[in-house]
């Protein structure tokens, strides 16, 4: 072994490990590297490196052929050219290089199947390639789609002219056959660009492709080109197909046709990696341009169900407001070629209890009731609605109606509109329409209570009386209490508001309660107020409670709840009804009670600018004991009082007094 003087071996490695291309074997020498190629080669294998091991295998063969032991080249170099990587990438003149040697080395062995092979290769020396326009589609319409053929065959070969180009498919789209048509198009003189050629495909004949996954005869699509490659030329067939069903659709084989008075000859690529496409030609002015499609290439594209063109009109709002009805116009127009059947389903998705009930509008179902902003019309309850026949290019409206839950949430109305073209009732479409709506509260309460001064003398202790439930059902203490109510509107629309009550629940045992108005809202309409987002309106409400029996001085706890009616501010808006919860008043029947009353003020003289209040004390004792009292009423230099500062009371049972 004889190394080349490249450089020294003091800093790097030997020329032998570092650039083994470098180095002159000796004869001697073979066996070794023989030995050490196959050691790398099963090293390689190992690790799945697919391409070192093609390397070594193809250097493997040279050194095979050097010791003449032509029938181990010819397995080393037939292990590389069946599977190799290199036709997949595209590496041609590699691969001419390593047919050729494949043909002599057969040639030497007597292998007359790996001459033929290696020879009709070369005879026919082209590469196929396939791609779709684009990587998703959908029923009913156009799939660009093309094939890609390009020679590498000697210059000094005479142009191949194929006799037709077959492309079969899996997932349910007809075959496809170009055939040859002699045209006067100059040939491309660069492989790659390919010229770019339109092929308008009908209905053709019946074939038999027995490479396809249906050998039996079955309908393909025809079309014609020029189907002659001089060497080094490339010519890309673009037509367009219609998918009928969803689905994968990938190309199951491409068969290239010669077909002589003498022989036919047909070569058939299946493998999807030899057929992989990594773009689109188009014909640009400037020439041919590519639309780059990865490294995967296209040749599977996934076909979705036919994109409906039924289109769902829906002027409904995002936000609503709690208790109130909702009328709403749907419209459905028809924008398919042909006339549809329609049928609609609608619903809003939750909680039952949360979410409201979509109602259809129709004229066959009893009318609603008065509450229901659609007084005249008439419902069901089925959330679907049949439609019918729609005629080209027309629309539909449907009226329906839906009254939001009182607890506040947020929902997904679906509208779905289920049709048929007409004359096709087995192709069923569908158009979701997905709607976000959110119903808030209108209003948001604050309540205080109060105790006021019952103005009717209470019942004597000491008096007994003869009940009689039927005419004086209550003969007990009372006490009366003011709510002050402040509402706040959260709706971002002014509202009307009709009327304000104020409800009670629950009332404890042997209790009357009665609840007035006493605010500027006591009735409906015409006194309706309009208050605006974000503002404020006060309502007071009076509450009279009262024992049956004197001797019950049992507490009491009410629970109350804030009745609104309310409506929008346009013309014919329906009214709502909103319940609030109120915090419950604990009413202490049986304990002592001091209740300050202040009268209005007057000036004692006009020179005078000091404020004089009347100012009393009402002192209750409800209870059945004798119960004294000091009061003591502390002066300052703001505050100035007339009379004792301090004094004793003392109240008999059940009685008041007002100092």
Known sequence: MSIPPLYDTFLIREPLRDDPFAVTHNPSDIPTLIEVYSTSISYFTERNRERAVERLQYELALLYTREQKWKK?????????????????????????????????????????????????????????????????????????????????????????????????????????????????????????????????????????????????????????????????????????????????????????????????????????????????????????????????????????????????????????????????????????????????????????????????????????????????QSTTASELRLGRIIQSASHKVRAAFKAKSIPTETVLEIKALYHISGEPDTPISKVLIHEVIFDRPFEANNDFQPCIDPEPWPSYFNTHDSNEEDEPAQGLRQIWQSNTRLASFATEPLVIEHVKLEVLDVGEDTICNISNTSAIPKPTPNAMTISPKDFHETQFQIITQKCDLDDRRSTTLQLRLQIHWRRTHANAPTATTHLPIPSLLIPFGEPRVLASAGPHSHPNDDDLSLTIPLSYTLENPSTHVLNFALTMETSDEFAFSGPKTTTLTLLPVTRKMV
Request: charged share 20%; with cysteine.
């Open 73 to 377: 080249a010819l397995h080393c170099l037939m292990s590389v050219y069946e599977g190799s990587s290199w036709r997949r990438e595209g590496w041609w003149n590699l691969l001419g290089l390593l047919r050729e040697q494949v043909r002599d080395v057969a040639k030497t062995c007597g292998d007359a199947e790996a001459v033929l092979r290696a020879e009709w290769e070369g005879l026919c020396d082209l590469s196929t390639t396939f791609g779709f326009g684009s990587s998703q589609g959908n029923v009913g319409e156009l799939l660009p789609v093309q094939v890609v053929i390009t020679s590498h065959a000697q210059a000094s070969t005479a142009p191949i002219v194929l006799s037709h180009i077959l492309v079969s498919f899996h997932g349910g789209l007809q075959d496809v056959k170009v055939e040859h048509q002699a045209g006067e198009a100059p040939p491309s003189t660069s492989s790659r660009r390919p010229d770019v050629h339109n092929v308008t495909l009908s209905p053709g004949s019946t074939t038999s492709n027995h490479s396809s996954p249906d050998a039996s005869k079955r309908k393909c699509l025809v079309g014609t080109c020029d189907l002659a490659f001089s060497p080094g030329t490339a010519k890309a067939l673009s037509f367009n197909l219609i998918a009928k069903d969803a689905g994968v659709i990938r190309v199951h084989n491409i068969t290239s046709a010669i077909e002589t008075d003498s022989f036919s000859l047909g070569h058939v690529v299946s493998d999807a990696e030899y057929m992989h496409q990594l773009g689109f030609w188009f014909a640009s002015p400037g020439g041919t341009s590519r639309k780059a499609a990865g490294n995967k290439g296209l040749n599977e594209i996934r076909i979705h169900p036919k994109p409906p063109k039924v289109r769902i009109g829906l002027p409904l709002k995002k936000e609503y407001l709690t208790d109130e009805s909702v009328s709403v116009d749907v419209e459905i127009t028809n924008e398919e070629d042909d006339d549809v059947e329609v049928t609609l389903e609608a619903r809003f998705l939750g909680q039952a209890d949360l979410v409201p009930v979509w109602t259809w509008i129709t004229d066959e179902t009893p009318s609603l009731s008065s509450e229901d902003p659609l007084d005249d019309k």
